[in-house]
């Protein structure tokens, strides 16, 4: 077993209707279930959106760590990253999942090969392989 770097805490209380706290305070959010979800939609944020913006995050660095190796400018880039909620409550809910990645100034291939490596590292992309349908895609300017 690996030695741990670091590790992230957050505590939840009432669940998707109440608040998320991480132990060191830096993040305290409010949770509302979406409407489309049976929710009142309220101004919180869910877990679904959290889970997005990690994964977003620990992605794009990813791929930026890899170009770097590869000496490939990524400046201006951006990834967009979708959570889609599928099934129902008799079947059990799960994840898809979009990665979309524009990179101006890079071929399309270069950026597919560069989100295919990055799927290969990230640790939220290799925490869910096997689990989560993931499809990967590079926006042009023409998108």
């Given at each position: 077993m690996s030695s741990t770097i670091y590790t992230a805490q957050a505590t939840s209380w009432g669940g998707r209707s109440g608040k998320v706290v991480t132990s060191d305070d830096r993040l305290q959010l409010d949770l509302s279930v979406p409407s489309?979800?049976?929710?009142?939609?309220?101004?919180?944020?869910?877990?679904?959106?959290?889970?997005?913006s990690g994964w977003a995050a620990c992605f794009h660095n990813a791929m930026k760590a890899i170009a770097r190796q590869q000496k490939v400018d990524m400046t201006d880039s951006a990834v967009s990253l979708s959570v889609d909620v599928v099934g129902g409550v008799a079947a059990g809910f799960d994840f898809q999942v979009t990665i979309e990645a524009q990179v101006p100034g890079l071929d399309t291939a270069t950026v597919q090969a560069l989100l295919e490596a990055a799927d290969q590292v990230c640790p939220y992309s290799r925490a869910t392989r096997g689990n989560v349908p993931v499809t990967l895609r590079v926006v042009t300017d023409e998108d």
């Open positions: 489309e979800m049976g929710g009142d939609g309220g101004p919180g944020t869910n877990p679904e959106q959290l889970f997005a």
